[in-house]
């Protein structure tokens, strides 16, 4: 796996523009990984369940595809709870936050 570098780890905690924003079924919008870790500690577990199932993973894709942080979507895929969901984003928010020097 490649070094995360200062740069990149900036760029994981940056918001996303507009059209990538994360439509959460309860109505609100995440734009970083700050905003999803937040998410994540207020939403029910009936909204993380919406998201996160047997048949998908919404905050994964997302992760993966807008953020593009796999590493973070990969953990985000194996957790089957919101509070391992807490866990992960807020495990990894603190490593980038660090790489970047805050």
Not at 8 to 17: K, Q, S, Y
Not at 47 to 52: G, M, Q, V
Not at 75 to 95: E, I, N, P
Request: glycine fraction near 2%.
């Amino acid at each position: 796996m490649a070094q995360i570098t200062k740069d990149m780890a900036a760029a994981r905690l940056a918001n996303v523009t507009e059209e990538k924003r994360f439509w959460v079924n309860d109505g609100r919008y995440i734009n970083n990984l700050d905003e999803l870790k937040s998410a994540f500690e207020s939403m029910t577990d009936d909204t993380y369940a919406y998201h996160c199932n047997e048949n998908k993973s919404d905050f994964a894709k997302w992760v993966d595809e807008c953020i593009g942080d796999n590493k973070l979507a990969a953990d985000l895929k194996k957790s089957s709870t919101r509070a391992a969901a807490v866990k992960a984003v807020s495990a990894r928010v603190k490593f980038l936050k660090v790489k970047v020097g805050f």
